[in-house]
């Protein structure tokens, strides 16, 4: 089946530390890839979707300029905390759907917990 | 209104029940559906998705209702295995591009 890493799997840093995060879909290929955030006992919500080679869409209310995305191959993709703060601790989960796939499922990956002191 | 609405749940029942959940969707030209599961503090998986003559994979059967905008879970003798927050998924167009979530309904057997 597809399968979607994410690395790291959890960031403890200080406040204003920028915090990469992978994706990479591992056996299939990904044109598009999504960005979601969880808050505690909340729904995911979207963030942005990644276009690979393209600049990325953003939801409303998510700044660009503090969430990098770059989505540079059909099997990675990164999301960039810029200057982290503590209501930037949430829960970050990245998913995929199959290109050369026939339906629109989402795998996701295994998500990145992130606690900005 | 939402986009997509869920029982808030929880729901706490015993091993063996059946329970069933129901979504409704706001946006009649939504193109395909899924029910998600979410164990806690893990990323979602997929559980099934959802098709308008009604599916059945083992203990779980899924429901659409385009008439009415409504999909419904349906699992039969609950297992303790099966307490997780079930997450009705909904993608509003051909692609994968505009998929929105429910809040999810917590769900909780016991013994």
């Known amino acids: 089946g597809a399968v979607v890493s994410q690395h790291p799997s959890r960031v403890i840093c200080k406040s204003g530390t920028s915090v990469k995060i992978e994706c990479r879909s591992l056996?299939?290929?990904?044109?598009?890839m999504f960005w979601y955030r969880q808050f505690p006992k909340q729904s995911l919500m979207l963030m942005a979707t990644?276009?690979?080679?393209?600049?990325?869409?953003?939801e409303q209310g998510v700044e660009k300029d503090k969430f990098l995305i770059n989505h540079a191959s059909l099997t990675l993709s990164t999301l960039t905390v810029t200057s982290a703060h503590p209501e930037d601790s949430s829960f970050y989960i990245c998913?995929?759907?199959?290109?050369?796939?026939?339906?629109?499922?989402?795998?996701f990956g295994p998500g990145t917990r992130l606690t900005v002191l | 209104r939402k986009e997509v609405e869920q029982d808030p749940g929880p729901f706490n029942v015993p091993e063996g029940a059946t329970v069933a959940f129901n979504c409704t969707y706001s946006n009649s030209a939504s193109q395909s559906f899924f029910w998600y599961r979410q164990d806690c503090r893990k990323e979602p998986k997929l559980l099934m998705s959802?098709?308008?003559s009604g599916n059945e994979d083992g203990r779980f059967t899924a429901q659409l209702n385009r008439a009415s905008q409504y999909i419904s879970l349906l699992i039969r003798d609950s297992k303790l295995s099966d307490s997780a927050t079930y997450l009705c998924v909904v993608n509003e167009s051909s692609s994968a591009s505009k998929i929105i979530f429910g809040s999810g309904t917590r769900l909780s057997i016991r013994p």
């Open positions: 056996d299939f290929q990904a044109t598009t």
């Open positions: 990644s276009n690979e080679g393209s600049k990325a869409t953003y």
């Open positions: 959802v098709y308008s």
């Open positions: 998913s995929a759907t199959d290109s050369g796939g026939a339906s629109d499922t989402q795998y």
